[in-house]
């Protein structure tokens, strides 16, 4: 795979995860798909109506990503895997998540199409190669 697609989406997926971005509807509206769903770490689901409406609203966490990994499925459609770890504001780990999203090149970009996040133990450090 193409290291420039692999930045690119980790990029993409690191815009979804920042304060300014995800306060921003014009900006959540162009990374999401209009067809995207999400299966959050919270047990609901989630349209891309919803995310717009309610993203700008929820608190800001600090996150950080871990284990990046992109699988091409289609040279229109990559899948991309991750951990990330939410923390306080005194840098300690609070919660672990493995994530995962599909983008689709739509109209001369990426755009997110589905994102799933479960929720794992502290004890979940690396994802393992598929």
Known sequence: ME???YQ???NLEGRLLQPEIRRSREEISMLLADDFVEF?????TYDKLQVIEELPHSPSVPVIIEDFQVKVLS????LATYRTVKTNESREEMRNSLRSSIWKFIDGRWQMVF????RT??????LRNY
């Open 40 to 44: 959050g770490s919270s047990g609901y």
């Open 3 to 5: 290291s420039s697609l």
């Open 115 to 118: 994102h799933q996040g479960t």
């Open 75 to 78: 040279p229109y459609v990559v």
């Open 121 to 126: 133990s502290d004890s979940c450090k690396k």
């Open 8 to 10: 690119q989406i980790n």
